[in-house]
């Protein structure tokens, strides 16, 4: 079974940046599933909504791009958004998931960014996630670390990189990617300037293709 995993610290993360990539995978026979490490609840716009319906609102809209999307299972680990901490048991948690789903490709942020250029790239849930979700690679290819079988995941799709080395041309889905992100209301007032930020800058990267999602490809090898 040809599987994915994208993984991310909030609601919207995947959708800023491999939808469109993760979509040609399900295209092509994988099976792909996300996994949401925050609820997100703090990122919401509006204000005067309590935690709860926050929570709530956030979580109908993930569910949303994953129906949309065929995505298969959506595996949200609830903690509070912001406040996201390396913690055995985050590392315990991601390790099990890898090893229960078995993917051949993990998308992720990348842990290779420590420039702290960008506030809204480099904040501190994403840098958590990336560290994470490396370890918990390393962690699912051992044997004895953890309970279940080990496993290889064969490629990790880093995204948001500050140094990409793969481009996906995904002009002719960049239609479907803004309707993906866009189904995070409560995140984008004004999807006109979101539009913009996508188009213009966030999928601009390659000097061909039209729009693009740019990755730095990693992958893991089996040395013994
Ligand atoms: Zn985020």
Same mark, same amino acid.
């Given at each position: =079974?040809? +599987?994915f995993? *994208?993984?991310?610290? /909030?609601?919207? @993360?995947?959708?800023? &940046? *491999?939808?469109? +990539?993760?979509?040609r995978?399900?295209q092509q ?18 204000? /005067? $909504? ?11 809209? !993930?569910?949303? $791009?994953a129906r949309l =999307? ?9 903690? %509070? ?5 390396? +913690?055995?048991?985050?590392?315990? !948690?991601i390790? +099990? ?6 993917? %051949? ?8 960014n ?8 480099? /904040? ?12 918990? *690679? ?11 079988d080990?496993h290889? $995941? &064969?490629q ?9 080395? /793969?481009y ?6 960049? @239609? %479907? ?5 866009? *189904?995070?209301k ?19 990267g390659?000097?061909v293709?039209?729009? &693009? ?8 090898? %089996?040395?013994?």
């Amino acid at each position: =079974m040809k +599987t994915f995993l *994208c993984i991310g610290a /909030h609601p919207d @993360d995947i959708e800023f &940046s *491999c939808t469109a +990539t993760a979509y040609r995978l399900i295209q092509q026979g994988y099976k792909g599933r996300f996994v949401i490490m925050t609820n997100g609840e703090n990122g919401f716009k509006a204000d /005067h $909504v309590p935690r709860e319906e926050r929570v709530a609102i956030r979580k109908e809209e !993930q569910m949303e $791009v994953a129906r949309l =999307m065929g995505i298969d299972d959506v595996i949200l680990l609830d903690y %509070q958004d912001g406040f996201l901490q390396y +913690t055995e048991e985050l590392r315990r !948690q991601i390790t +099990t998931i890898i090893k229960d789903h078995r993917p %051949q490709i993990v998308f992720s942020f990348d842990p290779a960014n420590q420039e702290f250029d960008d506030i809204n790239l480099f /904040h501190r849930d994403h840098r958590v996630a990336a560290q994470v979700v490396f370890d918990a *690679c390393f962690a699912a290819k051992n044997l004895w670390m953890y309970p279940g079988d080990s496993h290889r $995941v &064969s490629q990790l799709y880093f995204y948001g990189s500050n140094k990409p080395n /793969h481009y996906e041309d995904i002009t002719d889905l960049i @239609d %479907q990617k803004m309707e993906w992100l866009t *189904c995070h209301k409560s995140q984008f007032p004004d999807v006109t300037k979101l539009e913009r930020f996508i188009k213009d800058e966030l999928s601009s990267g390659h000097p061909v293709y039209r729009y &693009s999602e740019a990755f730095r490809v990693m992958p893991i090898r %089996q040395i013994t």
